[in-house]
């Protein structure tokens, strides 16, 4: 009986033994044809090899593990400078560990069954070049030659990204994105095979992403800068905190430098949400499509310099800007609340700038969409100068060939005394004296001009001019009314008047419609 204990207990050491050298030397083996593998195989992408490399592997076949040390994916070589896709891509990471890792399901189903992927401080370089004279083709993956069998990973973690993406013009370059530190992880993650067809061919039930200090160039004279970003498959809402568009110039110099009228403009916001937010729908579809944009806190200085405008600039309406954005976007609703808007706008090199403040703005818009083909509402409710309420809604339809517009408006009950700061920005003209109880309008508009009828309830109104400030008569028709006394005074049955306004196409669509407005009170004043 003795005997029999002992050999099988022999035969179990034997057998422990055997699989405890064979994975040893499989081990040694795999981590020799690993680092075989990375010295002399590189993958093709879009003709071009990519090299692999690393200066440890280390490999555990008992538990499935793979772990790489200081891993560098880089070109073999340089690329051509005509390439219309990225001119060269790096990628770094401290370390890269696959872990339980099940080759019994790939050897009977052909599936890498992984359950967890561990990269840890990856950073990414990426060199665009895009040739003036050649239009850039949508991505695509037919070049790319990579056999890949279907994978699945119970759980990915990113820790300690960065990123940062250049392109290069001529002897330039400029980085135009980059992100200080990002973390993610998914769950259930669930690669099937790459093909032409299949573009990006990922999935995952659960995936969450935080990153700090995202910088977008938005052009040579602005930079787009948010200090934190969550996302989360929980509710699928990208919230932004501390966002900031800075210009790096000021508003005069920045309208120097171009050779037509265009908006400078300098934002702070709070916090954004986009939702729901899909990553898969914009590399997939190639689409940016949101139930919502919700911004709180805004605070946004625009400045806009027409001293300068060609006889032939035409600046175009919301809808029509709106319809030629570049990229497919689709958003229900666009919204932000307690925010502030500051607009200036010059029109002659002699004189200071138009400025208008707008507080406790409240603005939603929507559906807007690229290509735009349907009709979008705007409706905001603000208070001009921190002491007038008003609120109006304007709806765009239309055509791109033929764009239209209705505006329906009210002003809420107010002390004429307290239109002075609006009427000294027209002309030298002040109230003494009046109160409007009810001032309400509605028009439509086109590309050339605007028809419609304002009402208009008021008593006691006194206009007298005064001496001029130095600012430009931006209203010689108020004017003109007041030093003619050719004015009312009550009206406290109401009074209408026509709106009749024919648009300066060099004059952008918040001047057509506030001149419009103006149009129809000087309507309702006159005897």
Not at 115 to 131: S, V
Not at 394 to 407: I, K, P
């Amino acid at each position: 009986m003795r005997i029999i204990y002992w050999t099988i207990a022999i035969l179990v050491f034997l057998i422990l033994g055997f699989f405890i050298t064979t994975a040893v030397y499989v081990d040694k083996y795999l981590e020799e044809y690993v680092g075989k593998i990375l010295r002399e195989e590189s993958v093709n992408i879009r003709g071009k090899r990519y090299r692999l490399k690393a200066t440890s592997i280390k490999t555990d076949i008992l538990q499935g593990n793979i772990e790489l040390e200081d891993v560098e994916i880089s070109p073999s070589s340089l690329i051509s400078d005509t390439l219309m896709e990225p001119a060269i891509a790096f990628l770094n990471a401290q370390s890269f560990r696959i872990e339980g890792m099940d080759l019994s399901v790939y050897y009977f189903d052909g599936i890498i069954s992984i359950d967890k992927i561990l990269i840890k401080g990856p950073t990414m370089r990426a060199f665009f070049r895009y040739p003036d004279s050649i239009d850039l083709p949508a991505p695509s993956l037919k070049n790319i030659k990579i056999r890949a069998p279907e994978i699945m990973v119970d759980s990915i973690i990113i820790s300690k990204g960065n990123g940062r993406l250049y392109e290069i013009k001529g002897s330039d370059t400029i980085k135009f994105f980059s992100i200080e530190e990002y973390y993610s992880k998914f769950a259930d993650f669930h690669v099937d095979s790459f093909s032409p067809e299949n573009l990006y061919p990922f999935d995952f039930d659960f995936g969450q992403a935080t990153g700090k200090g995202l910088s977008i160039n938005m052009s040579s004279y602005q930079d787009l800068r948010v200090e934190e970003i969550k996302w989360s498959t929980l509710d699928s809402v990208m919230r932004l905190n501390s966002i900031e568009v800075k210009p790096r110039i000021g508003p005069e110099d920045f309208a120097s430098k171009l050779l037509k009228p265009q908006e400078w403009f300098s934002i702070a916001i709070e916090k954004m949400d986009l939702s729901p937010f899909d990553p898969k729908d914009y590399l997939v579809n190639r689409e940016f499509k949101l139930s919502s944009i919700n911004l709180i806190g805004s605070e946004t200085a625009i400045y806009r310099d027409n001293s300068s405008s060609a006889e032939d600039q035409k600046n175009l309406l919301p809808r029509t800007i709106l319809a030629n954005i570049p990229w497919k976007t689709s958003v229900e609703l666009v919204s932000f609340s307690n925010g502030k808007i500051s607009y200036f706008e010059k029109y002659d090199e002699s004189n200071p700038p138009l400025e208008i403040d707008f507080y406790d703005v409240n603005f939603s818009a929507g559906p807007l969409s690229s290509g735009q083909v349907r009709g979008y509402t705007w409706d905001i409710e603000a208070t001009i100068s921190g002491e007038i309420p008003f609120q109006t809604r304007v709806f765009f339809g239309g055509t791109d060939e033929a764009e239209v517009f209705e505006a329906t408006g009210k002003l809420e009950a107010i002390e004429c005394k307290k239109l002075n700061g609006l009427t000294q920005l027209l002309a030298p003209v002040k109230f003494n004296s009046g109160q409007i109880s009810n001032l309400e309008f509605k028009f439509t508009g086109s590309q050339e001009n605007t028809r419609g009828m304002l009402n208009m309830t008021f008593r006691d109104i006194e206009i007298s001019s005064t001496v001029e400030n130095g600012n430009p008569i931006r209203s010689k028709e108020l004017l003109s009314m007041v030093r003619s006394s050719n004015f009312k005074s009550n009206s406290e049955n109401g009074s209408s008047g026509k709106i009749n306004y024919d648009r300066d196409p060099k004059k952008t669509f918040y001047n057509y419609f506030w001149r419009s407005v103006e149009d129809g009170i000087l309507s309702c004043l006159e005897e």
